[in-house]
């Protein structure tokens, strides 16, 4: 069994603040994009088609990333898969917000949304991987708190652009500070990252503790589709959201633009809130337990909003589909990454089944909202947070029970302080059997 030499590790506590940073500015780079959307259909003055294929773009470019993350992060570490991914980040949105300031057109846009989209797309598992690290060795669930730093992050960056539209500030001077800065403040924040590589068993390594760890083999596994059908599920829970309550609110309840507005910031709000209350519910209950309460919650909150005609009603059940909808994508993360030796791999290919619901689900739920209406199309979704709920079971904690992090050993000291060593996990896992 072939392992990577590991460098002095940092504090656990100093590895999970450096964490919750890149979660944050994660979040902030990608509502930039998002808050700017205005300018960007105004300077090509583009039809909301247009727009959509300009922004399938950036979802190309995710899908990249994540497809090559998994060997990145395998051999190069979490580490510098966010440093490769801070690069591509900045690159892509700077270089957008000279295109579209400059009139470059649409394909000059849409070739450094590719970029962007790589770098998000490495970044979403490389910080997923390091933070699944961190949540093991600080022995309790954390990796809700960092997707609640990364919705934090959005909301700052919705912020931030919705000023830039109301005082016409150029679109290349917003990307340029705020892509340099965020990237700037990644490399700083990665110098407290431990190292978490795990290099893969030799193929003539015949010992009892060498696993099937192949970053395709993954894909075979049933483990890493049941995850992925949860990760599926919860994620087009939110991406609906974002792309059509608003407008749900508006065709189906009778609300103004500005009220639906509104209540799309009351669904980002509970998920939020439930980002933040749902660890200690991990760690006393354990995973499988919570999802499956979150899949009847985000049910029994999405029901109200399609059936009920009432908009109080309809507002409280936007409440209860956010507070359900908020723990499944980060506890999917967490059970992917189980395993320190197919993290990479398996958080790779359980965030791009995810991000299948932020690419295919917004053309078919439109689609059916065509035919039988936007509340009754969100159905759709209704179906696939039962089906995430049904295969909560692979979320199940490796070793242990009723806790949201795994027992196994750690892998090296937890704030030992910086002369403590990160173990190889093979030998842990040897000295367990």
């Given amino acids: 069994m072939t392992t990577a030499v590991t460098r002095t590790a940092p504090t656990t506590r100093a590895w999970r603040n450096a964490v919750f940073v890149v979660f944050t500015l994660s979040g902030l780079d990608i509502a930039t994009w998002l808050g700017r959307v205005p300018s960007v259909r105004d300077s090509l003055d583009a039809s909301t088609f247009t727009m959509g294929l300009l922004v399938l773009g950036m979802s190309v470019g995710s899908i990249g990333g994540l497809t090559f993350a998994g060997h990145i992060v395998a051999r190069l570490g979490a580490r510098r898969g966010v440093l490769v991914a801070s690069a591509c980040l900045a690159l892509g949105m700077v270089a957008a917000g000279v295109a579209v300031t400059l009139g470059w057109g649409f394909a000059a846009i849409w070739v450094c949304l590719i970029a962007f989209g790589f770098g998000n797309g490495l970044c979403d598992v490389s910080m997923n991987v390091s933070g699944a690290t961190a949540e093991r060795l600080g022995g309790r669930t954390i990796m809700p708190l960092f997707h609640a730093a990364f919705s934090v992050g959005t909301l700052a960056g919705a912020g931030i652009g919705a000023l830039a539209e109301r005082f016409d500030v150029p679109v290349a001077l917003h990307f340029i500070v705020v892509g340099i800065l965020t990237s700037l403040a990644m490399i700083v924040a990665i110098r407290w990252f431990g190292d978490d590589r795990h290099v ?15 970053r395709w083999a993954v894909w075979r596994q049933p483990s890493t589709l049941l995850i992925g059908v949860i990760v599926l599920g919860m994620a087009l829970a939110e991406g609906s959201a974002n792309d059509w309550l608003p407008l749900a609110m508006i065709d189906g309840h009778g609300l103004a633009n500005d009220g639906g507005s509104a209540v799309l910031a009351v669904f980002l709000a509970a998920m939020t809130a439930g980002r933040i209350a749902g660890s200690p519910l991990i760690d006393r209950f354990g995973r499988v337990p919570v999802l499956r309460a979150s899949a009847v919650v985000a049910v029994v909150g999405l029901g109200m909003l399609i059936f009920v005609p009432s908009v109080p009603i309809a507002i409280v059940g936007v409440v209860l589909w ?14 992917a990454a189980d395993d320190p030796r197919t993290a990479a791999a398996k958080v790779s290919a359980v965030a791009t089944i995810g991000y299948v619901a932020f690419l295919a689900g917004p053309p078919i739920i439109g689609f059916a909202g065509e035919h039988v209406g936007l509340l009754n199309g969100l159905l759709i979704v209704f179906v696939f947070i039962i089906a995430a709920g049904l295969a909560s079971g692979a979320a199940r904690e490796r070793t242990g029970a009723g806790t949201g992090t795994t027992t196994t050993t750690p892998v090296g000291a937890v704030d030992a302080g910086a002369g403590s060593h990160l173990q190889s996990d093979a030998t842990a896992e040897a000295d367990r059997r």
């Fill in 322 to 335: 956010g507070l359900g909808a908020s723990l499944g994508f980060p506890m999917g993360m967490s059970a």
């Fill in 200 to 214: 893969e068993p030799e193929a003539t390594d015949t010992s009892p503790v060498a696993l099937p760890v192949s």
